[in-house]
């Protein structure tokens, strides 16, 4: 997940064919993030299986890159903190806070992608008929 290029529903949203978008992903751990690695993915996965969370807390890094020239040149990021609540019926509510950066893809926009990408993923594990 970590440090791969967006796919293209995510590039869309931003003007310009010569820029690369890579995500980075943090979830909360008391007061810091971890990074998203395969360990705590699955240490976050093994502690939803013991016992329901109300809420679930990420920070997603939005890194931007402007091709020119077979290389990457940096541009400013984006910072969003992400909060996941969970309620009783099942319901789940998405907070969007954009911390840092140009704010070049909206909270709105960010929300929207995050579950059609959701959606799109469980679609796939329903046909293969893997557990979540």
Do not use: C, P
Not at 25 to 31: H, K, S
Not at 105 to 128: D, G, M, N
């Amino acid at each position: 997940m970590n440090g791969h290029e967006a796919r293209d529903n995510l590039l869309s949203l931003i003007v310009g064919s010569d820029i690369e978008i890579i995500l980075e992903v943090g979830v909360a751990n008391g007061l810091s993030f971890d990074y998203l690695d395969t360990d705590t993915l699955n240490n976050l996965l093994r502690a939803i299986n013991e016992k329901s969370f109300h809420l679930l807390d990420f920070l997603l890094v939005i890194r931007y890159y402007k091709l020119k020239s077979n290389r990457r040149i940096a541009l400013r990021f984006d910072f969003f903190l992400l909060r996941f609540l969970f309620d009783e019926g099942g319901g789940l509510n998405i907070l969007a806070f954009h911390e840092r950066g140009l704010q070049r893809i909206s909270a709105k926009e960010l929300i929207r992608f995050l579950v059609k990408e959701t959606r799109l993923e469980l679609s796939a594990k329903r046909e293969l008929g893997s557990s979540f």
